[in-house]
């Protein structure tokens, strides 16, 4: 096994595979843990469980709002990443639920930017996954999301923006591209006014498409660049978390008529987002 894990991965050293199977992180279909002179088996399934060295742990705590036998809500705080990627693995929401619920099976029915906070939706049970995925993909489910940005006298509420939105040359950013008659729109937010204090305004977003970054582009090419925002409009160098500063986007509310049980479902968060200091 050790012979085919170098062959096959060669950027992975012959001793990184071995500490790796000596560390129980790599086992076949069963379960069992995978040594490095076993006998390689043809056509076999090996499972191999990533680690991060030195990951940094993260404060950051998330609640459950609901559980029932086929969902999970969670309510996922500024900071937390919802599933493993990069440099984060344990301290995801992802691996926390499973580990707190005692559920390997649990998957993510959406994601929201490890920025934002609000309402994240998980299932408990594999066979139904396709038909919770279908309601995103079919556009029924009903998102809200609130967020904080500079003031505008000069826009009327409530405003719909539409646009076409493409990966950028910058690394992270998405942007508009310029109107084409050719081209059908991919994205769609409503956006209404709620309060204003001083210079800022808190803003209900109602997303009608699903792409990336979506809130965050439109919200920035208004002119109204959520609070905390450090990719919209202008990419900002890496650095610490502002705890301080978070991105001021909270998805408040999840509702839908759910696709196994046909009963109506809607989930709100228990967070607020503040205003900055006057």
């Known amino acids: 096994m050790l012979d085919f894990l170098v062959e096959r991965f060669p950027a992975i050293s012959a001793d990184e595979w071995s500490a790796r199977m000596a560390g129980g992180n790599v086992v076949d279909r069963t379960g069992r843990c995978v ?53 984060y693995l344990q301290e995801t929401l992802l691996v926390r639920l499973r580990r707190k619920l005692g559920i390997d099976a649990l998957t993510p029915l959406h994601r929201i930017d490890r920025e934002t906070a609000g309402v994240v939706l998980f299932a408990k049970q594999p066979a139904t996954c396709a038909g919770y995925h279908a309601l995103f ?4 489910i009903t998102k809200t999301y609130q967020a904080i940005a500079p003031g505008n006298a000069l826009l009327q ?49 109602r997303p009608l498409t699903g792409k990336r970054h979506q809130l965050r582009v439109h919200m920035a090419a208004l002119g109204l660049p959520i609070l905390g925002d450090r990719i919209y409009p202008c990419l900002l160098p890496q650095g610490g978390d502002k705890v301080d500063n978070p991105l001021r986007l909270l998805a408040e509310r999840i509702a839908f008529r759910d696709p196994v049980t046909g009963e109506n479902r809607s989930f709100a968060s228990r967070q607020h987002l503040q205003f900055p200091a006057s």
């Open 35 to 87: 040594a490095p002179e076993q006998p390689y088996v043809p056509h076999g399934t090996l499972y191999y469980y990533r680690t991060v060295p030195n990951e940094i742990p993260n404060a950051a705590q998330a609640c459950v709002l609901f559980e029932d036998e086929l969902l999970v809500v969670a309510d996922k705080p500024h900071f937390l990443p919802v599933t493993p990627s990069g440099n």
């Open 137 to 140: 993909v079919d556009g029924e």
């Open 157 to 205: 509420f409530p405003l719909t923006r539409t646009s076409t939105l493409v990966t950028s040359d910058l690394f992270m950013q998405m942007r508009e591209a310029p109107d084409d008659a050719s081209k059908k729109p991919n994205a769609r937010t409503e956006i209404e006014l709620l309060e204003t204090r001083g210079t800022h305004g808190r803003y209900r977003l």
